[in-house]
T-cell receptor, first 114, second 114 residues
Framework: EAGVAQSPRYKIIEKRQSVAFWCNPI?????LYWYQQILGQGPKLLIQFQNNGVVDDSQLPKDRFSAERLKGVDSTLKIQPAKLEDSAVYLCASSLVQGRDGYTFGSGTRLTVV | AQSVTQPDIHITVSEGASLELRCNYSYGATPYLFWYVQSPGQGLQLLLK??????LVQGIKGFEAEFKRSQSSFNLRKPSVHWSDAAEYFC????????????FGTGTQLKVEL
């Protein structure tokens, strides 16, 4: 089966600019997650979708981050405006059944804010 | 709050030597437990998982992990390390009945000396 697809792989922007990341999960996976991984740290959950509804966005900085999954399939994560501390790898993951089967991760988008 | 502790930030072993990476979690109930590996520039790959039953679980690439309820631990082991095992290893948990959020430890960076 095809894995979780993410694009772009790399992005460099200046602070205060906006950026968007795209994720296409494994076919049939109802649950989709966006994680932020800062260098030297473990991934941190930003937002979790079940189909096209938000399950958990408690750690999403809503003043600058937004995410959507309009048709319950692919998803976009946006940052506007970006700050230096947003430099990180943004990982998308999906799962068939919440929790038990582990998540399948994409290769991530490495964002550098200068 | 749930937490996952990986006490060793860096570990260096010689090729062919045995390996044990430590993981402790803080919960009242037994969560779902996972180990992931991340090679440089890559996404996270699931090595193994534990839900219930036999406390010794086998994973891919010759890895195994043992769940010890009395110690709240889920240590990862490999009898003989290969140079290609050099990577970062993350322990992660899902709190059962708690929204199925996957929470990661801070990771252990493994270096293999030839």
């Amino acid at each position: 089966e095809a894995g979780v697809a993410q694009s772009p792989r790399y992005k460099i922007i200046e602070k205060r600019q906006s950026v968007a990341f795209w994720c296409n999960p494994i076919s049939g996976h109802a649950t989709l997650y966006w994680y932020q991984q800062i260098l030297g740290q473990g991934p941190k959950l930003l937002i979790q979708f079940q189909n096209n509804g938000v399950v958990d966005d408690s750690q999403l900085p809503k003043d600058r981050f937004s995410a959507e999954r309009l048709k319950g399939v692919d998803s976009t994560l946006k940052i506007q405006p970006a700050k230096l501390e947003d430099s990180a790898v943004y990982l998308c993951a999906s799962s068939l059944v919440q929790g038990r089967d582990g998540y399948t991760f994409g290769s991530g988008t490495r964002l550098t804010v200068v | 709050a749930q937490s996952v502790t990986q006490p060793d930030i860096h570990i260096t072993v010689s090729e062919g030597a045995s390996l044990e990476l430590r993981c402790n979690y803080s919960y009242g109930a037994t969560p779902y437990l996972f180990w992931y590996v991340q090679s440089p520039g890559q996404g996270l790959q699931l090595l193994l998982k534990y839900f219930s039953g036999d406390t010794l679980v086998q994973g891919i690439k010759g890895f195994e992990a043992e769940f010890k309820r009395s110690q709240s631990s889920f240590n990862l082991r490999k009898p003989s390390v290969h140079w290609s095992d050099a990577a970062e290893y993350f322990c992660a948990v899902v709190r059962t009945g708690g929204g199925n959020k996957l929470t990661f430890g801070t990771g252990t960076q493994l270096k293999v000396e030839l």
